[in-house]
């Protein structure tokens, strides 16, 4: 008796429709989720001129029996599903039985394929749809999809596919983010003679992580480990207190929870990508994008990165399946989840409260993710990332699939003005001081560039002093010792693990928008009454949005009142704010709400206020200071949740471990 079945009308008819293979990458989605779901260990896939010519899926599955092989090609024959209940928990990748006949009408197919139940395999010809060949064939267990000349009878797809190259880039990223998600089984992509990633089965993502970018990103990205929260779902009838306070005795088999779990890794905040092309979220081992995800992280990252940038992010989720709806799209890259918000605010607090343990500092090494395009091209990695990046958003495409849909972030504000010098992990160099280019060359740099023919896994065996001996982190700050500053700027600083260099204006900044936002949810902020009240003119629209948040403002300690027709009084603000900066600051924040009436969230808008107080009221660069000001300046920020970035997300310290010292000098 065979597995796959034909799908009645009625759930077929609920099932998302749509076109799967859009180019060549989504053929290898679907053949790869096939191969999964067949419980393969080990995976190869081989392609030619970028998936044009040739995408071949080989794997150590289950394989199909005879007559499921026939029954596979029929629109809606699946073994994943059998009833409409099946839908609302969807354990497999593919569900919608649709992807075999669609890949296989616009290609030349052949399916080479044995169960270990039958004594044969089988081996079927098909070309655009139809069936050429069906035979018994000697076939070891597992299956080989081969699949020619993709849109050989739809030129107006073909005209559509972009170069070779970047197919192949998509391809590869695909291959290698799946090879993510499961570290325990092996994976191999090549192009025809040249291995592009290869991988054996290990036994943590880390692991997996580092066989796939190398020790170098590795040591850019913090390990979110295993956050975990439930939800407490409690029988409609029963009261929650009742039925929290009966769980905890009965202990039942079946408790009335929900339990959600995050691992994965991101980037330090320094890491900052100009897209959202390197957050990968999947969610029970599917790759998908998600708004509510993806926003979850920025919030995370809310006043540790400038809004318009974006981390580098594995993200795994994991829970019940009937918390997600996958039957929404398609190509099942985008899920509807049911308690959406829960799962959002986890997400952030676990990223949040993960960047604030680890507290991950810069470093003067070369930072391969944040690097220009010409240092990145030293990864193959990044020239995948690269080319996807440079890519013109087709809207087609599978891995910028729904990104249109996320609303642009509103544009940044209130940048302090740094006329002299600029310190910026990522910042292009400024004319008259450059200290974007590492001093020194302390980290051995990967081998020669080669082109994306090279292999992903020269580094071979997982060594233990991959992972450096410290964590790159701020937690030693507090034990710094000023040295003294350089152009009355930066604070030099000796520490324990190595020399810092900090910013005195963005960590001045950081202190006292903690301190500002903290008094601020206290309900007292310190203020200061004006002499004389300082009379504002405004024009009609900022009168408008003046109105809207004069309750915030007031809570922000500025005290104003409307003084005539678009005009305003202000008799008292923040008592960090000098009066020179009190017209600038209250304009900025004017601007601010103009900007946030886009996004709506009074939150955001409530941090802003206070990170523009804080950037005007801050030191200044081009500042002497005396020895106790900057310890003074190295204390309090060392007691702040978020030492890493500033409130507009400019790297406060910077880090030359001692262990780069003495490389650099040849001593290890
Ligand atoms: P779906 O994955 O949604 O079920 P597909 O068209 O992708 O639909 O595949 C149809 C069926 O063919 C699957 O349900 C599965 O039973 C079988 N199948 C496809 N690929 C493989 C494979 N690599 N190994 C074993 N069975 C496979
Ligand atoms: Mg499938």
Redesign the pocket.
Same mark, same amino acid.
Request: net charge negative.
């Given at each position: 008796m065979g597995?796959?079945r034909i799908l009645p009308d009625q759930v077929a008819n609920k099932i998302a429709a749509g076109e799967v293979v859009e180019r060549p990458a989504s053929v290898v989605k679907?053949?790869l989720?096939?191969?999964l779901?067949?419980g393969?260990t080990e995976v190869r896939v081989e392609v030619e001129a970028g998936g044009r010519r040739l995408i071949r899926?080989v794997?150590d599955?289950?394989?199909?029996l005879r007559d499921?092989a026939l029954? %596979?090609?029929e629109r809606h %024959?699946?073994?994943?599903?059998r009833d409409v209940g099946d839908l609302l928990s969807i354990s497999?990748?593919?569900?919608?039985?649709?992807?075999?006949?669609?890949i296989a009408s616009v290609s030349r197919l052949l399916l080479e394929?044995r169960?270990l139940e039958e004594p044969t395999g089988t081996r079927i010809e098909i070309a655009g749809g139809k069936m050429l060949r069906c035979e018994e064939a000697a076939l070891a267990g597992?299956?080989v999809?081969t699949v020619r000349d993709l849109f050989y009878n739809v030129p107006a797809r073909r005209k559509f596919l972009r170069t070779e190259p970047t197919e192949l880039a998509h391809i590869a990223s695909l291959v290698t983010h799946y090879s993510l998600a499961h570290p325990d089984k092996s994976f191999r992509l090549s192009t025809g003679p040249t291995e592009l990633l290869s991988v054996t089965p290990v036994a943590s993502m880390k692991e997996r992580v580092y066989q796939v970018f190398g020790s170098q990103i590795l040591d850019e990205l913090v390990e979110i480990g295993v956050r975990e929260r439930d939800l407490f779902l409690p029988p409609p009838s029963v009261p929650p207190s009742q039925a929290i306070a009966e769980y905890r005795s009965a202990e039942p088999e079946d408790p009335p929870f929900r339990r959600f779990r995050l691992t994965g890794f991101f980037s330090r905040p320094q890491i900052q990508k100009s897209n959202r092309n390197s957050i990968y979220i999947f969610v029970n081992g599917r790759l998908i994008r998600d708004r509510l995800v993806l926003h979850a992280l920025s919030s995370a990252y809310h006043n540790l990165m400038p809004s318009s940038a974006y981390p580098f992010a594995l993200l795994f989720l994991e829970c019940d399946a009937e918390e997600v709806d996958v039957n929404v799209h398609p190509s099942k890259t985008e899920v509807r989840f049911r308690h959406g918000s829960f799962l959002h605010d986890f997400i952030r607090d676990s990223i949040r409260e993960r960047l604030m343990e680890a507290r991950p500092a810069p470093t003067f090494s070369p930072v391969a993710m944040a690097a220009p395009p010409a240092q990145a091209a030293q990864l193959p990695y990044s020239e995948f990332s690269q080319m996807i990046e440079n890519e013109q958003p087709a809207g087609s495409g599978l891995v910028e699939a729904s990104m249109d849909a996320v609303p642009p972030p509103p544009p940044h504000f209130g940048e302090p003005s740094m006329p002299e010098f600029t310190l910026r992990a990522s910042a292009p160099p400024t004319p008259r001081l450059d200290f974007s280019a590492p001093p020194i060359e302390v980290m051995p740099g990967p081998p020669p560039s080669g082109k994306l023919s090279r292999r992903l896994d020269m580094h071979g065996e997982f060594p233990a002093d991959a992972i450096p001996a410290t964590e790159m982190s701020l937690t030693g700050l507090s034990e710094l010792r000023p040295l003294g500053q350089i152009h009355e700027s930066f604070i030099i600083a000796a520490g324990r693990d190595g020399l810092w260099i900090i910013d005195q204006h963005v960590a001045h900044e950081r202190i006292l928008f903690e301190q500002v936002l903290k008094q601020r949810a206290a309900g007292r902020v310190e203020t200061q009454r004006l002499l004389m009240p300082m009379i504002l003119q405004l024009s009609a629209e900022q009168q408008i949005d003046y109105a809207r948040i004069a309750d915030e403002l007031h809570a922000s300690g500025f005290e104003t009142e409307p003084f005539g027709n678009r005009t305003i009084a202000v008799k008292a603000a923040p008592a960090a704010v000098g009066p020179q900066d009190l017209e600038r600051i209250i304009f900025e924040i004017l601007e601010i709400a103009e900007n946030e009436m886009r996004t709506n969230s009074l939150d955001d808008l409530r941090r802003n206020i206070c990170a523009s107080i804080a950037c005007r009221a801050a030191i200044k660069i081009n500042m002497r200071l005396d020895l106790a000001k900057m310890e003074w300046l190295l204390r309090a920020l060392a007691a702040t949740d978020c030492p890493m970035s500033c409130p507009h997300g400019r790297p406060i310290a910077m880090h030359y471990s001692t262990r780069e010292i003495l490389k650099a000098f040849h001593r290890i």
């Open positions: 597995r796959i679907e053949l989720e096939n191969s779901d067949a393969s899926v794997d599955g289950c394989g199909m499921d029954l %596979a090609f %024959a699946t073994s994943k599903l497999t990748l593919g569900f919608r039985g649709e992807a075999l006949p669609s394929t169960s597992g299956t999809i």
